[in-house]
């Protein structure tokens, strides 16, 4: 693993910092709430996409850069050190295209990248159930073939942790087709049309104040046929090509947040003149081993791409760890800024209580380390019995 860059990939990183210098953002709305903010992002994406920016990553002929892996992992760097907003359609940039260009057909692709880049048509992912959290094959949302009307298919069911689903026109939906198969042969991966009366979206509140997760509660919807991406039944695979995506993307943007979290914190430690109370000083320590690890990690998950072609269950260790080291950091944080990390409304109380949910989305701590210990470690399944 080289972490060394060559011209080309420092020329990238040259333009892509020039421009953010001379980009910057809007101010931050600090008026009209959570659609306020979202549209601020919108926009965001939008002078992203204009300049070529939006999904460097994408092939040029679908609207990137062609950007190899490694200048990929640089743009996410980037991103975080400049403290940008994130892109509004980060589910649509990071898992539906990318989907799409593996297993959509070419006019589902002619269909939906372009207005995936551009922000006119936001995604969100259908994937997680009440009682089928982090057990994607254990879903109960069923979808039929209406015979009234061939070539339509009927969804009923409920899905939740729908991320962004309030401002989304479509959704990567993993429904059961078969219940006569092994449930991870039973699943079928639709595109769903959020904008009919079937689907009905139910913000949830989070301990923050803002409701970033949804309900779905999907009654009858319709998707025709052309809307089935990867074949009937083989949900289960273009699902996993989905997951691997959404922790191999977002892993570089992760660990840049991470470390500009604990700067801040080593800042207010100075400030507050805790660096020399060795308490402190090593619990600092520790969380700066933590985060080069998680930065390591990441790239070690790039050669993997470049070595077998896609994101590895490598992924799941990043998350996990990131999950576990950011809430030890605002832990510490709250420590060492004092009341501010306990006033309502303030920076460091948002981070505090965001942090609680980091091991639960994307994947519960538990099952990851199910998935590091059987598909990282090669440790035989654990067998339950009565």
């Known amino acids: 693993m080289d972490l060394t860059f ?115 048509e936001i995604w969100c992912q259908g994937f997680s159930e009440p009682d089928a959290g982090s057990d994607l094959a254990a879903l109960k949302t069923r979808a039929v073939r209406d015979p009234a009307h061939p070539g339509e298919w009927l969804v009923t069911g409920q899905k939740v942790w729908t991320s962004g689903a309030q401002y989304s026109k479509w959704c990567m939906l993993v429904a059961r087709t078969d219940s006569d198969v092994p449930k991870h042969k039973g699943l079928t991966y639709f595109l769903m049309d959020m904008e009919q009366e079937g689907v009905q979206v139910r913000p949830l509140r989070q301990i923050t104040g803002e409701a970033e997760f949804n309900e779905l509660f999907i009654e009858q919807a319709r998707i025709p046929e052309e809307n089935v991406v990867g074949g009937v039944g083989n949900g289960w695979k273009v699902a996993l090509t989905t997951l691997m995506n959404e922790r191999a993307g977002l892993g570089f943007a992760l660990q840049v947040r991470l470390r500009q979290l604990l700067d801040d914190t080593i800042a207010s430690a100075r400030e507050n003149g805790l660096l020399e109370d060795p308490l402190y000083a090593d619990a600092l320590a520790e969380l700066h081993i933590r985060c080069e690890a998680i930065r390591l990690l990441a790239w070690k998950g790039l050669t993997d791409v470049e070595r077998y072609g896609q994101p590895g269950p490598e992924g799941s260790l990043v998350k996990w760890l990131w999950s576990d080291t950011n809430q030890r950091l605002t832990q510490l944080a709250a420590d060492i800024v004092g009341p501010q990390a306990l006033t309502a409304g303030t920076a460091w109380s948002y981070e505090l209580l965001r942090a609680r949910g980091n091991t639960i989305e994307g994947g519960t701590t538990e099952v990851l380390k199910n998935i590091v210990a059987e598909r990282v470690l090669g440790l035989p399944r654990m067998k339950v019995t009565a």
């Open 6 to 120: 060559n011209e080309r990939e420092l020329a990238f990183r040259e333009e892509l910092r020039g421009w953010l210098a001379q980009n910057p953002p809007v101010p931050e709305p600090t008026d009209g709430g959570e659609d306020a903010h979202y549209a601020w992002r919108r926009d965001w994406q939008r002078r992203l996409y204009d300049a070529g920016w939006a999904a460097p990553s994408w092939p040029a002929e679908y609207g990137g850069r062609g950007a190899t892996l490694t200048e990929s992992a640089i743009y996410f760097e980037e991103i975080g050190r400049a403290r940008v907003p994130m892109a509004a359609n980060v589910l649509g940039l990071l898992l539906g295209g990318p989907t799409l260009m593996v297993w959509g057909t070419d006019e589902q692709k002619e269909r939906y990248l372009a207005p995936i880049l551009s922000a006119e």
